[in-house]
């Protein structure tokens, strides 16, 4: 549920990522993550491709790096630990991203709370990524 105080928030806005045209290009994300290893977009696609082989393990760690990454980011763009992260603005994809794959990562290993935690928090940050995610 979104909270008064959200709503009254400026949204946050990540600065580019670099990493973006590479993964689009179709660098592997393995290079791309150690050349940009803050990019919160590199480790998202590895925590997917992980959850896709049916890895949750792996997917977790990467998981949890890109989510590690993409609140050093957050907060270096003025984000006080709450408020709109919209999904309409591509460089916080990857956030959002990692976020998602890291809910699903944590249900498959049991981590419920966890998954709970990261499923409200993606929905608090924008509805619209849940959507485009599920």
Same mark, same amino acid.
């Given at each position: ?16 990522? $670099? ?64 408020? $709109? ?5 591509? $460089? ?34 924008? $509805? ?7």
């Amino acid at each position: 549920m979104t909270k008064l105080g959200d709503l009254l928030s400026s949204p946050t806005r990540l600065g580019d990522d $670099p990493a973006v045209d590479l993964l689009a290009a179709g660098t592997p994300a393995v290079e791309v993550a150690a050349k940009y290893p803050a990019s919160s977009a590199a480790w998202a696609v590895l925590a997917e491709a992980a959850l896709a082989a049916h890895e949750p393990v792996t997917a977790y760690a990467y998981a949890r790096t890109g989510y590690h990454r993409g609140l050093d980011a957050l907060r270096r763009s003025g984000w006080k630990g709450n408020g $709109p992260i919209p999904w309409s603005h591509v $460089p916080n994809q990857g956030f959002l991203r990692a976020l998602h794959a890291l809910a699903e990562a944590a249900a498959a290993i049991g981590e419920t709370d966890e998954a709970t935690r990261c499923s409200t928090f993606l929905h608090d940050s924008d $509805p619209a990524a849940e959507a485009a995610l599920s």
